[in-house]
């Protein structure tokens, strides 16, 4: 197996787009996480969206519930995250995590995902 590979990250302003692209081959569950660096600490690992690419089933966290779109492309083994509408509170390093197991996709916890990518940044100001 080979670690999600992440890349796409930018910086833009409020009400603009970006599109992550993630590439995973052979996983069957693929998510991305968002995680705030801040100046004296790190926020959280949290759950943005996933996908189970063999089934096509989709999850998002309620914070971008419409304005996010996770899709796949199978023929190219690639996973992408359509972001829309972006806000400062999406800045953050975006992850990309997967996993073998079935059953977990929908939960969008850390400790269900023991494959990740090395982040890229997004920064969105006002």
């Known amino acids: 197996l080979v670690q999600p590979v992440e890349s796409g990250g930018g910086s833009v302003q409020t009400g603009q787009s970006l599109r ?3 590439v995973a081959s052979e996983y069957t569950c693929v998510a991305w996480f968002r995680q705030a660096i801040g100046k004296e600490r790190e ?3 949290v759950g943005v969206a996933s996908i189970s690419p063999g089934e096509g089933t989709v999850f998002y966290a309620d914070s971008v519930k419409g304005r996010f779109t996770i899709s796949q492309d199978s023929a190219m083994n690639t996973v992408y995250l359509q972001m829309n ?9 975006y992850y990309c995590a997967a996993d073998l197991r079935r059953g977990y996709c929908h939960m969008l916890k850390k400790f269900v995902f023991n ?3 090395q982040g890229t940044q997004v920064t969105v100001s006002s």
């Open 20 to 22: 992550l692209s993630c």
């Open 43 to 45: 926020g959280e690992r």
């Open 85 to 93: 509408s972006l806000q400062p509170a999406d800045t953050g390093v």
């Open 115 to 117: 494959y990740w990518g």
